[in-house]
């Protein structure tokens, strides 16, 4: 099975920026990028189609972070610029289980990534 992984997590000062990276070890469908903070339930924050560059983004996050892929590297990227203490959490990378879903539904990402955290102070 494909594995993910997911880098670039990091401290930074509210209005700042990260670029968080997530690695397959083989192909995957449409990928996308969840958050999770403490207490909360896992939320849908940006996915990318598998062949074309077609993007979705929450409300939350559009106008500050995009989404973007290397094909020929295998890797989704996922900027993210003036963040904010309340985009702390834990961001998880997934994969779809079927070739046309790129929606917020977590059920239909059949692989994970083990997560990286991005801590935005104040």
């Known amino acids: 099975q494909v594995q993910l992984s997911e880098s670039g997590g990091g401290l930074v000062q509210a209005g700042g920026s990260l670029r968080l990276s997530c690695a397959a070890s083989?192909?995957?469908?449409?990928r996308a990028w969840f958050r999770q903070a403490p207490g909360k339930e896992r939320e849908f924050v940006a996915s990318?189609?598998?062949?074309?560059?077609?993007?979705i983004l929450s409300d939350s996050v559009k106008g500050r972070f995009t989404i973007s892929r290397d094909n020929a590297a295998n890797i989704v990227y996922l900027q993210m610029n003036n963040l904010k203490p309340e985009d702390t959490a834990v961001y998880y990378c997934?994969?779809?289980?079927?070739?046309?879903?790129?929606?917020?539904?977590?059920?239909?990402?059949?692989?994970w990534g083990p997560g990286t955290q991005v801590t935005v102070s104040s």
């Open positions: 083989g192909r995957t469908f449409s």
């Open positions: 997934a994969a779809a289980g079927s070739r046309f879903y790129m929606g917020p539904r977590t059920v239909e990402y059949d692989v």
């Open positions: 990318i189609g598998w062949l074309s560059s077609n993007t």
